[in-house]
């Protein structure tokens, strides 16, 4: 079988054959051989036939459509059935994916069109199917025969860069091949057919500096030393071109912007070598006085300088700092300048950069420069200035009006050396105590101090020119105010001194101290004494410690509130100053029961108040509440009693009135005895009222005779003649109740084996025990201790 070159064959009943129309190269389909008895149509109109069975479709045939770019319908192919004899009786169908709106067919001839453009990149294949039916009949001559119609591919997509432009960054002074970017551009056209998707990369701008790998897309720096300072942005133009490259492959370019970075390669620079700078002796300490700048051409940190002075004559009158805003040195005064004394300063200046230098830069040196800076100091009037920052002077106290204090002194550090004048200022204090000299300075008082009221003065001093006063200086001046021994001595505490009642003869009653005003010098060492003009104290003495303490002492034992509650006590106090000073202070003692509590002893009185812990205006307010209440009560039932009616309104009501008494009786103590009439007639009980207040008189208020007998020892008569007696002065006694009362007597009896056991009627030897151990007993024994010191001191006289 010979088949041409410039045709497509397709072994089976019903062939179709598609031209190629790619750059007019012929493309050739791989067939089977046609079997036997097979018609074949070719592109050119040639025909064969190859013997095959008489009927039937060959199923599962690959058809290849080349891709067709074109607006009119273009011929496919033609579809033929071993059936058709060429009357028109046969009908071919065509039916799929594309079917009718596509591909489109010749019902009689069998001829295929292509209706529309066709692109791979939007679908690469469809499946369709063929039929052959009897016009006449509608009988299927053949099976429906299913077959692909692939579309080959041609270059028909240019390359693009899906993610351009890009922007790129590269250190400056990189060496050559230092990789810069890769680029990557894609191809829509199919990669496994021909050189459609094959792309090459090159350059199109940006050379000598870049260049780009044609396979991988990398750019490279292609020259050596770019400098950043010289020429800082690049914009490079990648193409990538498909085809391999070869003329009539479609492209596709990109923008890529790089920038060099900076790095280190440019040390500071002072524009000029010398500077000159003008300043006036007036200029503050710490102030800036003026500035410099070296020039760095890099960037960022690699421009940071530090400047520094580097001479000693200039280091040691001015500093320097660096602005990092502006990156200049500013220059500042560390002591005060005098044109007097010095007129010109030359400082060596250094910048250098804070970074440290890339080594491949050695060669430039180092990364510093130099500059020097002179420096005139102006003259200008000044004011005077004083021999010394501050002044402290003294004085003694109560020393008279106009007394010199000290003196100041103050110049014009000019050349002209003006005269000064020296002033107080006004708005302070100092000026009540003392006054200065306007031309020589000296410090004067104005009136006597006291130490003891204002031992420091402050005063401020003010000097300016006689030629210039607008110029002042201040000066401080402290003023210590001297002792003197003008303040007598007193004693520390003005409270009163607390003495027992039951003191002893030489007891400590407390120990006293003095205080003085004036100083340690003065006022430290004291000595007591009573005063020696007057009597002896009786009471009480006084002792001399010796150590600016003395001691009050009892002159004898035993003191009673009662009879003298207050003493008074002068004491003499001398100082130890020259010259000696004395003053008399006068302590009260109070005599008062004492409670002890611990050492320390305290009056009863004052112990309940202290231990409950009021004050007297605590007490004041208790006692004010007390009495609101009472009045409250007494007004409330004052009230209620108001209120109650009588429930009989009689003048006639005979009824017994019943007095009612709720008087308790005195005790033992109780001396006075009750009266009985009251109970008999009431009305006559306010006549015989005694006063509670003093001791009744003797009087007999027996009603009849018989009156009560003296009162019979019971050693001498019998108990029962006694209570036999007791029982008719009862009866006789008018005085008594109008009913039977009862009265008790009660006797012990005589002849105890065991005798008396009170010591009041003993008649024995007097003890020598000591009885103040029971005042440790507490207030209820204190009574039993004194009666028993009585006692024994009545026994001693």
Sequence with gaps: MRIPTTSCLCPFLVC?????????AGHHVPTKVPSKNQ???????????????????????????????????????KLHSNSDKGDGSVRYILSGEGAGSIFIIDEVTGDIHATKSLDRERKGHYVLHAQALDRNTQEALEPMSEFIIKVQDINDNAPQFPDGPFVATV????????????????DADDPTYGNSARIVYSILQ????????PKTGIVRTALPKMDREAKEHYTVVIQAKDMAGQVGGLSGSTTINVTLTDVNDNPPKFPQKNYQLYVPESAQVGKPVGKIKANDEDLGVNADITYSIINSEGANMFSISTDRDTKEGIISLKKPLNYEKKKTYTLHIEGANTQQSDPRFSHLGAFKDTATLKITVGDVDEAPVFSMDYYILDVYENSASGTEVGKVTAQDPDSRKSPVRYYLDSKEDGVRYFRIDESSGVIRTTQPLDREDIPWHNITVMASEVDNPSLLRHIPVTVQVLD??????????????????????????QTVTAVDKDDFANGQRFSFALPSQLPVNPNFTLKDNGDSTANIIARRRRFNHLTQELYELPIVVWDGGEPSLSGTSTLTLRVCPCQRHGKIRICQGEAFFSSAGLSTGALIAILLCIVILLAIVVLFVTLKRSKKEPLIIAEEDIRENVVTYDDEGGGEEDTEAFDIIALRNPAAAEELKFRRDIRPDGRNHCGMPPCRSPTVELDEVDVHEFIKQRLVEADMDTSVPPYDSLQTYAYEGQGSSTGSISPLDSAGVQSEQEYTYLEDWGPEFQKLAELYEEAESDVTT
């Excluded at 179709?16 to 007019?24: E, T, V």
């Excluded at 250190?171 to 894609?186: D, F, R, Y």
């Design 206 to 213: 940006g050379q000598p500096y870049f260049s780009v790998d």
């Design 16 to 24: 179709l054959c598609f031209i190629q129309r790619c750059s007019g």
């Design 171 to 186: 250190p400056e002074m990189s060496e050559v091949g230092t990789s810069v970017l890769q680029v990557t551009a894609t």
């Design 39 to 77: 018609t074949r149509f070719l592109a050119n109109g040639e025909t064969e036939v190859h013997h095959r069975p008489k009927r039937g479709w060959i199923w599962n045939q690959f058809f290849v459509l080349e891709e067709h770019i074109g607006p009119d319908a273009q011929y496919v192919g």
């Design 484 to 509: 003197m021994n003008d303040n007598p001595p007193e004693i520390a505490t003005d409270e009163e001194v607390i003495v027992c009642e039951s003191s002893k003869l030489d007891q400590l009653i």
